[in-house]
């Protein structure tokens, strides 16, 4: 266990170029994630330093939404599904993959 200062909370480019993504789809197709999914991407966009407790949402998110891969036009990059857009907005696999990466690392670390 690391304390959660010397881990970098900032995500990776793929991540925040995912998140960038997501927003470009839901301005263009008006569909996909809420209002928390777009906060979400905007903070992973702009590779802010997330909280401890914001990494363990993301993991939260993903392991609830990972059904919606299963959807209609889901990655279909013409007519993509509302699921595929609010999966970019958190990151995409690999804002999943770097959120459990990250998730493993802090345990129950709290905020600052």
């Given at each position: 266990m690391?304390?959660?200062?010397?881990i970098d909370l900032r995500c990776p480019q793929a991540v925040a170029d995912n998140a960038a993504k997501g927003l470009r789809l839901r301005a263009q197709f008006g569909r996909g994630g809420n209002e928390i999914g777009v906060a979400?991407?905007?903070?992973?966009?702009?590779?802010?330093?997330?909280?401890?407790?914001?990494?363990?949402?993301?993991?939260?998110?993903?392991a609830r939404h990972e059904v919606d891969k299963r959807g209609r036009?889901?990655?279909?990059e013409a007519n993509p599904s509302a699921g595929h857009i609010a999966w970019l907005l958190w990151g995409g696999d690999e804002g999943r993959a770097w959120a459990l990466d990250i998730k493993r690392k802090i345990g129950n670390a709290p905020d600052i």
């Open positions: 690391h304390e959660a200062d010397e979400r991407a905007n903070e992973l966009k702009n590779r802010e330093k997330l909280a401890p407790s914001t990494i363990r949402r993301m993991v939260s998110y993903f036009n889901y990655g279909n």
